[in-house]
C-alpha cells in the first residue's frame, strides 16, 4: 500500500508527498533529520490529508499532480 499525503506547516504552507509507511514518515517530517528540507524549516506539520493506492506509480502520479495544484484546489480537496 502506498500513500499520497497533504502536511500542514507551522507557516500554513502545504507540502505534499508519496509513502509506503505514512505514520513513520509522518514522524521523519517532525522529529528527524530524515525529513523533507521543505518541512524541516517549517516544523512541526500537521498530517490534514491522504490517500491510499495499490502501486507506487498511481501513487507517485497523483503525487505530481496534486503538487501542480494552486492552494485554493488542494483547500478543496482536503476540505471533502
Not at 521523519?28 to 506509480?57: C, M, W
Request: net charge positive; with cysteine; charged share 35%.
Amino acid at each position: 500500500m502506498y500513500f499520497v499525503y497533504v502536511l500542514e506547516c507551522v507557516d500554513k504552507s502545504f507540502y505534499v508527498g508519496c509513502t509506503n509507511n505514512l505514520k513513520k514518515r509522518s514522524g521523519q517530517h517532525n522529529n528527524s533529520k530524515y525529513g523533507a528540507y521543505y518541512t524541516k524549516l517549517r516544523r512541526p506539520v500537521k498530517l490534514i490529508y491522504q490517500e491510499s493506492f495499490d502501486t507506487l506509480i498511481t501513487a507517485r502520479r497523483r503525487e505530481k499532480e496534486i503538487k501542480g495544484w494552486r492552494r485554493e484546489k488542494k483547500l478543496d480537496l482536503i476540505k471533502k
